[in-house]
């Protein structure tokens, strides 16, 4: 079976400074991970995902987010967060070969000006 | 590509009619994703197909739940009866099938659906 946990239902952050929305994962083999974020109304939308190779992954509008296997994390992170980060975020794992993703419950971003 | 698309956009209906929603998956992508969106449950998987095939209904609720693909670029999710609980926001996603596992699947904007 596999699962994530966003322990975080909230973080609010000012404008300028580092964002960290946190994630943990479990699954039997090796897993593939997953970041969307949906603003209200919208569906969600792809931010990046994590395959193989490097642990420091680079997506959409300036995120990134770093695997550790041995921790069973990967962390969403963002340098200088903007007003317009504001949105629920989602993490997202699964198993290889398995097509059906497992989410989150999801972490509201409020940044503030 | 227009993405994902899904119609109606947003639904009211009195308990016990039949609802049923539209999804147009992107062209050129196998496989296709209903999900439901609750503040109690959060996202969970309903139904997903792959080549218009239904793969695993285990996440359909009940019997009154029923999904079907007649061909690559059309989908429905048909609820009959509908109760209040089935209020939520349902949505579609595709993918290509051309990575296993590291598919990444595109959402649909969602139907908000309102059961009074």
């Known amino acids: 079976a596999q699962s994530v946990a966003q322990p975080e239902d909230q973080v609010n952050v000012a404008e300028g400074n580092p964002l960290t929305v946190k994630c943990t994962y479990s699954v039997s083999g090796n897993p593939y991970l997953f970041w969307y974020v949906q603003y209200p109304n919208r569906g969600l939308q792809f931010l990046l995902k994590?395959?193989?190779?490097?642990?420091l992954v680079k997506g959409s509008y300036g995120f990134e987010a770093e695997f550790n296997k041995s921790q069973t994390s990967f962390h969403l992170k963002k340098p200088s967060a903007l007003v317009s980060d504001s949105a629920l975020y989602f993490c997202?794992?699964?198993?290889?070969?398995?097509?059906?993703?497992?989410f989150g419950a999801g972490t509201t971003v409020t940044v503030r000006a | 590509d227009a993405g994902v698309i899904q119609s109606p956009r947003h639904e009211v209906t009195e308990m016990g009619q039949e609802v049923t929603l539209r999804c147009k998956p992107i062209?050129?992508?196998?496989?296709l994703f209903w999900y439901r969106q609750t503040m109690m449950r959060g996202l969970e998987l309903l139904i997903y197909?792959?080549?218009?095939?239904?793969?695993?209904d285990s996440g359909m609720p009940e019997d009154r739940f029923s999904a079907k693909m007649p061909n690559a670029s059309f989908s429905t999710l048909k609820i009959q009866p509908s109760e209040p609980r089935d209020s939520a926001v349902y949505f579609c996603?595709?993918?290509?099938?051309?990575?296993?596992?590291?598919?990444?699947?595109?959402f649909g904007p969602g139907t908000r659906l309102t059961v009074l």
């Open positions: 994590y395959i193989t190779g490097d642990n």
């Open positions: 062209s050129g992508h196998d496989y």
């Open positions: 197909f792959n080549n218009n095939v239904p793969i695993d």
């Open positions: 997202a794992v699964r198993d290889m070969d398995d097509y059906k993703l497992s």
């Open positions: 996603a595709s993918s290509p099938g051309t990575s296993g596992g590291a598919d990444t699947q595109y």
